[in-house]
């Protein structure tokens, strides 16, 4: 028994449609995930400047900190040696109070230092997630959508034209 080619030529054109419709269901579900990729990306970069500008913040306040206990130190000793009754405005004393300032900065600047580079760091870490969020919006194809319906249509015309040639022999229906 032959199938008529009516049917041959639906058959056709009704697996090209349900393709076609696969494939823009599929188009549309990567879309969303790269959006959702790319939105994920852009909020790991702004956490990562957030923790950037967090360290700048902390490194400050441990300066300080450290400055405040190193003046402390300084004060204490000033007390020790003034009542011993030694003299602070020349010799070992002051230089021993001007060592102690030179190292509680010291300190100071090394721990602003880290804060510094934690924050590049988290800066570096930012840029990077800004620049996979530029990668997936341009691995998005706004077009590809529309060249599956486009190739779908093609497909389909292509199966009307091919069943609906004239057939040369005998014609059995």
């Known amino acids: ?3 008529p080619s009516t049917v041959v030529t639906g058959i056709s054109v009704l697996g090209s ?17 790269a959006k959702s990729e790319q939105a994920q990306a852009f909020q790991n970069a702004k956490l990562a400047e957030e923790n950037a500008r967090k360290a700048l913040l902390e490194g400050e306040k ?10 402390a130190l300084q004060s204490k000793k000033a007390t020790q040696y003034g009542a011993g009754n030694i003299d602070l405005t ?3 004393p002051l230089q021993v109070l001007a060592d102690m300032a030179g190292e509680g900065e010291g300190l100071a600047q090394d721990t602003g230092e880290k804060a510094r580079q934690k924050a590049q760091n988290y800066q570096i870490e930012a840029q ?8 997936i919006k341009t691995r998005k194809n706004p077009f590809g959508t529309a060249n ?4 779908g249509l093609n497909d389909i015309n292509t199966s ?3 069943n609906s040639a004239v057939k040369r022999g ?3 229906f």
Request: hydrophobic content about 30%.
């Open 1 to 3: 028994m032959c199938v």
């Open 17 to 33: 449609a349900l393709g076609m419709a696969n494939s823009i269901a599929s188009q549309k579900a990567q879309a969303e995930q």
């Open 62 to 71: 441990e300066k300080e900190k450290i400055r405040l206990e190193q003046k």
């Open 90 to 92: 020349s010799g070992s």
């Open 128 to 135: 990077k997630y800004y620049g996979q969020s530029a990668e």
């Open 148 to 151: 599956t319906i486009f190739s």
């Open 160 to 162: 009307l034209r091919k």
């Open 170 to 172: 005998p014609n059995y």
